[in-house]
Nanobody, 125 residues
Framework: QVQLVESGGGLVQAGGSLRLSCAAS????????MGWFRQAPGKEREFVTA????????YYADSVKGRFTISRDNAKNTVYLQMNSLKPEDKAVYYC??????????????????WGQGTQVTVSS
């Protein structure tokens, strides 16, 4: 089992920044691909970004490319999501997810076995 706990959400004005963290425990973190997803009220869960187990590969949704950055610190069992130039449409609950896999990244939420409880991000216009 892998336990994931997100933090760092909050209220920010449009154009502002937030950094989300996701702390993992339970298994060897460096064996897991990590993803960030988000879900706004009444909408489907949406892929945001993912990072390979080593951190060598990343993948971003077009909607966040150039504004968001995913990173990980395997020594701290933590993955981060730096969000800059936030827009009102970025408002959602953000979830981190983990899947046991070495060498790749995935955008399909169905691939991921473990999920955090989510953290709310609200962007005011």
């Amino acid at each position: 089992q892998v336990q994931l706990v997100e933090s760092g959400g909050g209220l920010v004005q449009a154009g502002g920044s937030l950094r989300l963290s996701c702390a993992a425990s339970g298994r060897t973190f460096s064996n897991y691909v990590m993803g960030w997803f988000r879900q706004a009220p009444g909408k489907e869960r949406e892929f945001v970004t993912a990072i390979s187990n080593s951190g060598g590969s990343t993948y971003y949704a077009d909607s966040v490319k150039g504004r968001f950055t995913i990173s990980r610190d395997n020594a701290k069992n933590t993955v981060y999501l730096q969000m800059n130039s936030l827009k009102p449409e970025d408002k959602a609950v953000y979830y981190c997810a983990a899947d046991f896999f070495i060498g790749g990244v995935f955008s399909d939420w169905r691939v991921y076995d473990y999920w955090g409880q989510g953290t709310q991000v609200t962007v005011s216009s």
